[in-house]
């Protein structure tokens, strides 16, 4: 079985091709970073339009280079939610349109069960049931995954998401959008440990994490430090540890909680360094392992949303005609893939 998957929900157009046998066959991205950079975030209007110019040449590109025309294809998978709801519409409408006039099943995907399923695009693929920590731009989630689609959401930010916090951070030390790849490179020139920053809700029980006082904590610290370099690199190096500490601390706590063995890390922030490393470390005092995906596989793509949903459309899922986007769609309403 072979799926187009698109992927549109917030500032990066992703197109891919996924064959159940092959792999991944293609794979296009197109980053809006520059776009909205002069605003230091996203502007959502601007995102649509971007996606509405972007989308069909990158479909054109993804099947050219997959070796493709559009009859080898079984099926269309486009992310329905959550996200920006004008940046979902753009793909929803287009992969509704093309399976309608291809005459092709189709079906709307879940973006954070792209997520939580990228480390399966890889060779080393984690076994059900596993622990995933989900951090993103717009998530910070710790889901007990016993199989695809069967998902148990044991934790979640309060406040801001992990990505989140590492943007506005990132603002507030004079880094431009997108900041947490920036304020992670800032980091690595930091000396460790040269501030002592909070972690939160670590020492209460439970599952949540909450961002949004480090971020005011770093606030702080920049506005009565002096403002050269090392000074800065060393409070950026003193929040992504704050981060990370938390983030481990809350893993480990799930890991004793449900007994699981394997941790799955995605998202964008799964691209961090330090969270890797620190993640790594710690499974293996505990015996057990650590996946994620590659660099550009952790942020926003289309070979997500082709793997997911193409295992929902092998298991005859499909959704109906009408063209719809679901900005806020708690991730454990899916139904199960057996
Ligand atoms: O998954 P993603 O592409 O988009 C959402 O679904 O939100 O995640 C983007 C987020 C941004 O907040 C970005 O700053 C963060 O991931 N990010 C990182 C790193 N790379 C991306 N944060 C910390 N360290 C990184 N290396
Ligand atoms: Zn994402």
């Not at 002069?38 to 971007?50: F, I, K, N, Q, T």
């Not at 092709?104 to 990228?118: C, D, F, R, W």
């Not at 992504?240 to 964008?268: F, H, M, N, P, S």
């Not at 015996?287 to 550009?296: A, L, N, S, T």
Request: glycine content about 10%.
């Amino acid at each position: 079985m072979r799926v187009l998957g698109i992927e549109t929900s917030c500032d990066e157009t992703g197109i891919a091709v996924y064959d159940d046998k092959k792999g991944l066959l293609s794979h296009a991205l197109y980053s809006q970073v520059k776009l909205h950079a002069d605003y230091g975030g996203v502007v959502p209007e601007l995102a649509s339009r971007d996606h509405v110019r972007k989308i069909v040449p990158l479909i054109r590109q993804a099947l050219a280079d997959a070796d493709m025309t559009i009859e080898d294809l079984d099926g269309i998978a486009y992310t329905k939610g959550p996200g920006l709801i004008g940046a979902l519409l753009v793909g929803a409408c287009v992969g509704r349109a093309l399976a309608f006039s291809w005459d092709k099943p189709a079906i709307g995907v879940h973006h954070m069960e792209g997520h939580l399923l990228a480390p399966m695009l890889e060779d080393d693929v984690p076994a059900f049931p596993f622990l995933a920590l989900l951090v993103s731009g717009g998530h910070s989630m710790l889901v007990g995954v016993e199989g695809i689609g069967r998902y148990e959401v044991l934790g979640e930010s309060v406040d801001d998401a992990a990505g989140e916090a590492f943007d506005k951070t990132a603002k507030l030390l004079g880094l431009d959008y997108p900041g947490g790849p920036r304020l992670a490179k800032l980091a690595a020139k930091g000396i460790e440990k040269s501030y002592r920053f909070p972690r939160p809700m670590t020492d209460k029980p439970g599952l949540n994490f909450s961002f949004s006082g480090l971020k005011t904590f770093a606030a702080n610290t920049i506005a009565a430090e002096p403002k050269d370099d090392q000074t800065r690199a060393n409070i950026a190096c003193a929040f992504e540890e704050a981060v990370v500490d938390t983030l481990a601390i809350k893993c480990k706590r799930a890991l004793k909680q449900t007994g699981y063995e394997r941790l799955v890390i995605a998202g964008g922030v799964s691209a961090n360094t330090r969270l890797r490393a620190s993640l790594a470390e710690m499974m293996k005092n505990l015996g057990g392992k650590v996946y994620y995906p590659r660099d550009e596989f952790c942020t926003d793509n289309g070979a997500m949303i082709a793997y997911a949903g193409l295992q929902r459309l092998k298991a005859g899922q499909t959704d109906d005609l009408s063209v719809k986007g679901q900005p806020r769609w708690p991730l454990d309403t899916l139904a199960p893939v057996d």
